[in-house]
């Protein structure tokens, strides 16, 4: 039998050995890829994973608010040495929980290739962690991150990408974020990042302001109530999907195309009707009246498209259909929470509350994952995509895939209802 060398040690210890130490637990891909490729020594890997990767610098609030657009860079002289002056990036996995100040904007390798500010600073990678390194940043050096660069693309898409640790992986918030993660996937961001930083500060407001005229708090938190209770869509898809909706439960199965549209042009004109007051409005509604039945006559006939090609690419069960497309607001109430958290028109604790809140309304009015994807997908389609079925939809369409095949999907490891 080999000696107990600790107990050969002596000391007030004697007889006792340390429990060994855990692995570190990686808190996402990206820093178990920097990890492993730092513990082999293997620096060409650790910036083909650099390259990669999403890197986000601190900076002041004010600053950002005073300049949009415009970053600025902090030294430390936190580095491989005494007195040597570093620019700290950070992995999305190994960024702190949002805070009002500061703030963090985001950058890649190639970036900074291109913008590194000042000769002399050094390049650190997640300071302070398992998985931090140090890099001289002269002119041939940046070469060398070019090289890289230019070898991996970015940015990501299309990936399932999770945080092991530091998010949630079960439970209500964690059911409430992967009603978000189609968006996730497509943009391969961190799906259960609940303390989300995005494309960072200024990108995040920029996002807000052009996609969704938010500016403020108080236009977040209506955005945010509106997708929440579902009135972010348009009503009218509400009002023929419901129609079809409402017949397959009176007649216990599918409903036929010309009975749906038939029974949907009756609905529209009878609630006409009930409107009508007088005859100078009941002349002008005559005509809106009828552009709404064609409209609607339209609108079924896209749907019964999109649900074809549903069907055909597995989105759909033969013999299902879309019921309503209020899980494409639900999924976006998810996002718009974390949206409003990377912007600051909300803090951690307020956001978590709204991600709660689009699990709860799409386990009320969805089955499953499957039906709600189809509900959401059909949604955005809808609205963007004009049957051309074109990027609006195939990265959705790879995104579901991806949700309903990849074994760590929180699609396949956490129940719908």
């Known amino acids: 039998m080999s000696p107990d060398l600790t107990a050969e040690q002596g000391g007030p210890d004697e007889g006792h050995v340390a429990p060994p130490v855990p692995p570190w637990q990686a808190p996402g891909d990206t820093e178990r890829g920097l990890y492993e490729a730092k513990t082999r020594g293997d620096w060409a890997a650790y910036f083909d994973v650099l390259a990669a990767a999403d890197l986000y610098h601190p900076m002041s609030r004010a600053r ?13 002289y936190w580095g491989p040495g005494p007195g040597a002056r570093c620019l700290a990036f950070f992995t999305d996995g190994m960024l702190p929980a949002p805070v009002p100040d500061p703030v963090f904007f985001e950058v890649d390798l190639d970036q900074l290739v291109k913008d590194w500010p000042q000769e002399d600073p050094w390049l650190a990678i997640n300071p302070g962690s398992p998985c931090e390194a140090f890099f001289p940043a002269t002119a041939a050096h940046r070469q060398v991150w070019r090289w890289h660069a230019d070898r991996r693309p970015h940015p990501r898409r299309n990936q399932l ?43 995040e407001r920029k996002r807000l302001r052009e996609w969704w005229d938010i500016t403020s708090r108080e236009e977040w938190l209506s955005a ?89 690419d597995g989105l759909l069960a033969d013999g299902r259909f879309v019921h309503t497309v209020e899980a494409w607001d639900y999924g976006r109430a998810s996002k718009m929470a974390r949206w409003g958290l990377g912007a600051r028109f909300c803090d951690v604790a307020e956001a978590e509350q709204a991600v709660l809140r689009a699990g709860r309304v799409s386990r009320i009015n969805y089955r499953s994952w499957e039906d709600f994807s189809a509900a959401y997908i059909l949604g955005r389609c809808l609205h963007f995509d004009e ?13 579901h895939r991806i949700l309903m095949t990849d074994p760590n999907s929180p699609w396949l490891n956490i129940p719908f209802k």
């Open 64 to 76: 950002a608010d005073a300049r949009p657009g415009w970053v600025s860079y902090t030294t430390t």
């Open 387 to 399: 049957e051309e079925f074109g990027d609006w939809y195939g990265d959705m369409l790879n995104a």
């Open 161 to 203: 990408r999770t945080l092991w640790a530091g998010g949630p992986l079960h439970g209500p918030v964690a059911h409430g974020l992967a009603c978000g993660a189609l968006l996730c996937v497509s943009n391969a961001s961190l799906w259960n990042a609940m303390g989300w930083h995005g494309t960072g500060y200024v990108r």
């Open 224 to 312: 945010e109530e509106a997708l929440l209770g579902g009135r972010m869509s348009s009503p009218f898809w509400g009002l023929v999907l419901g129609i079809r909706s409402a017949l397959a439960r009176d007649f216990g199965g599918m409903v036929e195309v010309d009975h749906w549209r038939q029974v949907t042009t009756r609905v529209i004109r009878s609630r006409a009707v009930a409107q009508e007051i007088t005859p100078a409005v009941a002349h002008r509604s005559d005509s809106e009246t009828e552009a709404q039945v064609a409209g609607a006559q339209r609108l079924i006939g896209r749907i019964t498209r999109y649900e074809a090609r549903f069907r055909a």
